[in-house]
Nanobody
Framework: QVQLVESGGGLVQAGGSLRLSCAASDHTFSMHTMGWFRQAPGKERDLIAAISWSRDNTYYADSAKGRFTISRDNFKKTMYLQMNSLKPEDTAVYYC???????????????????WGQGTQVTVSS
């Protein structure tokens, strides 16, 4: 079972940047497609970016395109989300998650992501 721990959240002004990290405890990290989700108060938890296990493919929600970059280092068992040009509407709890299917393509279905971190708060002030 993959255990995930996010870090890097915080308070930032609009237009600023943050880099989130997601560290995995298990060597099977490299077998799993990974995703970043976010959940604002009163809203659904939505996928904003994902990266395949091989790093060959990425997915971005429209809200993230051009501003966020997802990456991973399988040797370090860590995934990253570089967030630039942050907006107040980016305020949310950000979660990393691992697709339960080894060596799978990118899924945009939350149901396929079985392993979750505890979340890290990102607050963007205007």
């Amino acid at each position: 079972q993959v255990q995930l721990v996010e870090s890097g959240g915080g308070l930032v002004q609009a237009g600023g940047s943050l880099r989130l990290s997601c560290a995995a405890s298990d060597h099977t990290f490299s077998m799993h497609t990974m995703g970043w989700f976010r959940q604002a108060p009163g809203k659904e938890r939505d996928l904003i970016a994902a990266i395949s296990w091989s790093r060959d493919n990425t997915y971005y929600a429209d809200s993230a395109k051009g501003r966020f970059t997802i990456s991973r280092d399988n040797f370090k068992k860590t995934m990253y989300l570089q967030m630039n040009s942050l907006k107040p509407e980016d305020t949310a709890v950000y979660y990393c998650a691992a697709d339960q299917r080894p060596y799978s393509g990118i899924s945009t279905s939350r149901a396929d992501y079985r392993y979750w971190g505890q979340g890290t708060q990102v607050t963007v002030s205007s």
